[in-house]
T-cell receptor
């Protein structure tokens, strides 16, 4: 299974942009890059996903390196509600069975300072 | 957006008893559901992939006789922890994929906190 590597923790000031990096050097050509976040005692929440091109949605932006071996989740203006553990995941098609299982890494714990 | 529910949200049981956790997709059909376990301060660990109408596929190291999974309909999967012991205490989370939408993402339930005394 392709793995991802993220910093254990990051801090940001409120109202400032946050760049959360993720390395996935063993990514395959068909792996999608997904980002989720998890608040304490809750299930993960979808943030964004992409394949090759940069992506934007109302929650965040995803910048994908040209060689696809790394990506960065960008929160344009961090708020206290963005404090969570952010997971970068490669969608595993699972040997052609199409199960699309996720293998979670350790994630990055984002702390937002007021 | 797609909603996944879990019931119960928390359960406390005595050692040796069995506990059933339900996972429902409320507004979409899910041929595939996933079960995860999460210990405090740790990441989610995939336990098994549940396919409607067929046997679940368990990840390496997960005992299929200990964690029984049933996916009898397109909106319901259940996880039964049999003969639970204190080491089974954990946060159990399910997720589901939307069959029709072709969505890439999985939708996660709110989790069930199991405490075995």
């Amino acid at each position: 299974d392709a793995k991802t590597t993220q910093p254990n923790s990051m801090e940001s000031n409120e109202e400032e942009p946050v760049h959360l990096p993720c390395n996935h050097s063993t990514i395959s050509g068909t792996d999608y890059i997904h980002w989720y976040r998890q608040l304490p005692s809750q299930g993960p929440e979808y943030v964004i996903h992409g394949l090759t091109s940069n992506v934007n949605n109302r929650m965040a932006s995803l910048a994908i390196a040209e060689d696809r071996k790394s990506s960065t989740l960008i929160l344009h203006r961090a708020t206290l509600r963005d404090a969570a553990v952010y997971y970068c995941i490669l969608r595993d098609v699972g040997g052609g069975s199409g199960t699309y299982k996720y293998i979670f890494g350790t994630g990055t714990r984002l702390k937002v300072l007021a | 957006g797609a909603v996944v529910s879990q019931h119960p949200s928390r359960v406390i049981c005595k050692s040796g008893t069995s506990v059933k956790i339900e996972c429902r997709s409320l507004d979409f059909q899910a041929t595939t559901m996933f079960w995860y376990r999460q210990f405090p301060k740790q990441s989610l660990m995939l336990m098994a992939t549940s396919n409607e109408g067929s046997k679940a596929t368990y990840e390496q190291g997960v005992e299929k006789d200990k964690f029984l999974i049933n996916h009898a309909s397109l909106t319901l999967s259940t996880l039964t922890v049999t003969s639970a012991h204190p080491e089974d205490s954990s946060f159990y989370i399910c997720s589901a994929r939307d069959l029709a939408g072709g969505a890439h993402e999985q939708f996660f339930g709110p989790g069930t906190r199991l405490t075995v005394l």
